[in-house]
């Protein structure tokens, strides 16, 4: 019969805290009945204590995220033993740990189902040891709330700086930024000055007749300029959200006052430098950077950041332009959006056509016609109409109702506009 090697704790070696604690070897085998893990060239982490065991809040907690996070993989095994036995691991070798409190009252057992099992005896340390032993990070739920929350508080101090930073501008730098950016907060001039004077009213119309009014009512007022002033969405006739602009002496956007249907106000900073313009959002004690627009010598906008509550980067898009100033691709993690126009001189698109970035493959579809005094945009996937767009304009070409279909090009949704200058 082989004869086996007895290891038997009688006491902890206490060696430096640089050290591990090792069980010690001993003969002869144990006579007590024995917790046997069979575990051999796998992970064994248990967690030990006895019950007359004191201040175990920290060891049990430990415990507990150790559990959670190998709950789901025969990996890693974590156990609790917290009765008096003779604990025997079936490594290559035989090694034993009695848990009668007589040296220590808690702690964890690290078994790599090889070597003599390591203990380590204080919970501040039991994942760094963990992580030593086995040369892996423990990067559990808690581990990454943790982190997060450290994250999170970066990016408010971040934005905090940014908020507070000074960068001298100049009329040439807004004419410049107004002109040419190309964003959505200075779109290119499209359109005719006299569609964007005073205040616009957009009623919709659940019929084509525009008889009955539908619960939306959109109203916008614009300065001298065709700038926003002002921005409210009703809903049946109750003021749901309102934006108000400020600008500066250089008719930039200084910012934007949100107030919502139960009055609470939101503000969004806007931030200008040499190469980049950025929004800061002020929402209660958070102040998050929401969007950071990265701007060429042309000031045209090339990248776009769109950052989320967090101040996390969560859409980032690439923007090409043609000689004439023309967008004409954009491009995203998940789509690349080209831009085709019918001559030299069109300033609008003719046909906007979405592809997914990784397969190259055409999504989506959208068709501009100018055609007697309407705007249609047809709407396609797969060789499929999905919608429908008619825009009747007046002599102006100011937009007087639009027309929204279906795929099958029944009406939808009928929009009315209203000038009052």
């Not at 030593?132 to 450290?150: H, S």
């Not at 001189?345 to 906007?352: K, T």
Request: neutral net charge; hydrophobic residues 35%; contains cysteine.
């Amino acid at each position: 019969m082989r004869k086996k090697v007895i290891v038997f704790i009688a006491i902890l070696l206490l060696l430096s805290s640089c050290a591990s604690r090792q069980l010690v070897t001993y003969n002869p085998r144990p006579a007590e009945n024995l917790y046997t893990v069979k575990n051999k060239e796998q992970v064994t982490l248990l967690f030990f204590d006895t019950e007359d065991a004191e201040g175990l809040t920290d060891h049990l907690a430990i415990y507990k995220r150790f559990a959670e996070a190998f709950a789901d993989t025969d990996e890693v095994l974590v156990l609790n033993i917290n009765s008096q036995t003779v604990i025997e691991f079936e490594n290559y070798g035989y090694y034993y740990f009695n848990n009668d409190g007589s040296k220590l009252k808690s702690g964890m057992i690290l078994s790599n189902g090889v070597d003599m099992p390591i203990i380590e005896a204080n919970p501040e340390k039991y994942i760094k040891r963990y992580e030593d032993y086995f040369g892996v990070p423990f990067n559990d739920k808690v581990y990454y709330g943790q982190k997060r929350k450290a994250e999170i508080a970066t990016h408010q101090t971040e934005a905090e700086k940014l908020l507070k930073e000074r960068v001298k501008i100049d009329n040439r730098y807004a004419t410049q930024l107004i002109t040419n950016s190309n964003t959505s907060f200075y779109p290119k001039k499209v359109f005719n000055q006299a569609c964007r004077t005073g205040k616009v009213i957009i009623q919709l119309f659940e019929d084509s007749v525009k008889t009955k009014k539908g619960a939306v009512q959109i109203e916008t007022v614009y300065n001298s300029e065709g700038q926003i002033k002002s921005n409210t969405t009703l809903i049946n006739g109750v003021a749901y959200a309102n934006e108000i602009y400020y600008r500066n002496a250089y008719q930039l956007i200084d910012s934007i006052v949100k107030i919502d249907e139960k009055g609470l106000k939101s503000k969004s900073v806007f931030k200008y430098g040499k190469n980049q313009y950025a929004i800061v959002s002020i929402d209660g004690p958070s102040i998050m950077t929401s969007g950071i627009f990265y701007l060429n010598d042309k000031f045209q906008c090339v990248k776009k950041e769109t950052l989320n509550g967090s101040g996390d980067v969560v859409r980032t898009t690439a923007c090409r332009y043609d000689d004439r100033g023309r967008i004409i691709e954009e491009v995203s993690e998940d789509q690349r959006l080209v831009y085709e126009y019918k001559n030299r001189q069109d300033e609008f698109y003719a046909s906007l056509k979405s592809y997914n970035t990784k397969t190259q493959s055409l999504m989506h579809e959208s068709t501009r016609l100018d055609e007697n005094g309407k705007v249609i945009f047809i709407n396609k996937a797969n060789n499929k109409i999905l919608s429908t767009s008619v825009s009747v304009n007046d002599l102006n070409g100011c937009t007087k109702t639009v027309y929204n279909y279906n795929g099958d090009l029944t009406i939808n949704e009928v929009y009315a506009y209203y000038y009052e200058n």
